[in-house]
């Protein structure tokens, strides 16, 4: 075979080997065109959901296709995105009123933002642009999404194009105070300054899979209500089920401003992604001068078939026991890391829902830099996808997994230590 031109995504080619090729997908699992059989733990990059090409998504799409494959979104409209955004009003808090659509995690937050920066302006509070974000917080590889995220060795080049942020330390378990602390001193600092705090409710995917108590998420909510901060909860990754309720927030009963989801929307078939809002930045942005307009739009905005796809999989949770194989997985997880947290080879043993993750102790920090890269090829000769962050390796599988997949996930990290010596 000639040498594929593509360049992958978060992937230094000159040590990444061949990359394997899928030729379809069922349930938890992926088939190569040769029949290997791959247990995708980690739900390809967390979109998957129900299971890799669920029949009823897939049909939904065909139907679609057939009839409407995509028509400009302003001035129009149609049928599968007033259903959706009929629907996502439906499942989340009743003070979320408006859906606006993009096509990725990383543009649904730069709608966050434009909304609640625009929406200051349009109010006659332009002084109201500082953004504060949590420490370790991931939310996108775009300008703005980097820009609201964890600096490092990702987007060290990127840096001078990266406007500030104030950062908040991660609520570390027993030191919360601190967190809550840093964010009231920050409001009380710059009290018409601070336009919004950005966070990932109860579970920081890319920072390393750090988890915090749905408590500290309602006491951050009220201190931005106090201050009058706008609250963004960049649920792109945790919604959908993933800690355990359709949505993070709902644990913490917490009503955020501005929602962002995007991966699981379309049980992670296509791309789509829509950021909710509550009425006041709608209503902060309508008015008969045309300026006032919300200057925001994709191509691909509110794509019919893409909004097709999301519609069948609230239809799948509606219609399947989707909250029970949630509560069998994240029982699985549970009696699982019970046993882990026995063996002194793991620290940090944690879960939300059906994410679970634990940290493999390594003896010798030499080997930290390339540990992740040396798990992930040791669970793949086991026919297992994970991909872990460093030292820490997390699961979080489609919900179509069994209790046979996860004996299958978990002994191939029991025995991961002993196999690469660590
Ligand atoms: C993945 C992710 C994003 C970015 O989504 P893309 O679709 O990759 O642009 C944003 N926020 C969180 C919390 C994510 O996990």
Redesign the pocket.
């Known amino acids: 075979m000639t040498q594929s031109p593509i360049w992958h995504p978060f992937t230094q080619h000159a040590i990444a080997g061949d990359m394997i090729p899928i030729e379809r997908g069922a349930g938890a699992y992926l088939y190569t065109p040769d029949g290997r059989r791959i247990l995708d733990g980690i739900s390809s990059w ?1 979109v998957t959901t129900h299971g890799h090409a669920h029949p009823r998504i897939a049909r939904a799409i065909k139907a679609q296709a057939d009839k409407l494959d995509q028509v400009i979104f302003a001035g129009f409209t149609h049928e599968p995105a007033e259903t959706l955004a009929r629907a996502l009003i439906e499942l989340t808090p009743p003070q979320l009123t408006r859906v606006f659509f993009s096509d ?4 649904a ?1 730069e709608v966050a933002l434009k909304m609640a920066l625009g929406t200051w302006h349009h109010e006659g509070a332009a002084t109201r642009t500082r953004v504060a974000v949590m420490e370790h917080s ?4 775009t300008i703005g ?1 980097m820009s609201v995220g964890a600096r490092g060795v990702f987007n060290r080049p990127y840096a001078p194009l990266l406007f500030d942020v104030d950062v908040i330390p991660f609520p570390v378990a027993g030191r919360e105070q601190d967190t809550l602390d840093a964010l009231d001193a920050l409001c009380r600092a710059h009290p018409d300054g601070v336009a919004a705090l950005i966070v ?1 409710p109860l579970v920081l ?2 920072g390393g899979m750090l988890m915090y108590r749905p408590e500290t998420l309602a006491d951050l909510k009220r201190i931005c209500e106090r201050f009058g901060v706008v609250f963004i909860a ?1 649920e ?2 945790t919604g959908w089920g993933r800690t355990g309720t359709l949505f993070a927030c709902e644990q913490a009963g917490v009503a955020p401003d501005i929602l ?1 989801t ?2 699981g929307l379309t049980g992670g078939f296509v ?1 789509l ?1 829509a950021t909710l809002c509550q009425e006041r930045f709608f209503s902060a942005h309508y008015g008969m001068e045309r300026a006032r307009m919300f200057f925001h739009s994709s191509s691909y905005t509110a794509n019919p078939v893409a909004c097709a796809a999301a519609v069948a999989n609230i239809e799948i949770w509606r219609d399947e026991p989707v909250m029970e194989r949630i509560a069998a997985i994240a029982a699985g997880h549970g009696a699982r890391l019970a046993v882990l947290a026995e063996d002194a080879r793991f620290e940090n043993l944690r879960q939300a829902g059906t994410i679970a993750a634990l940290d493999i102790r390594v003896r010798d920090e030499g080997y930290l830099s390339d540990v992740a890269p040396r798990l992930y090829r040791h669970f793949l000769e086991r026919d297992v996808l994970l991909r872990p962050l460093g030292n820490t390796v997390y699961v979080l599988p489609p919900y179509a997994a069994t209790e046979g997949d996860l004996d299958e996930i978990y002994a191939a990290i029991a025995a991961a230590p002993d196999v690469l010596g660590l």
Not at 104 to 107: M, N, R
Not at 138 to 141: E, F, K, M, Q, V
């Open positions: 967390w990725s995690g990383s543009t937050v991931y939310h996108g590889d999404a990932e995917g890319a960049d792109v990754m962002c995007s991966k791309p992604a």
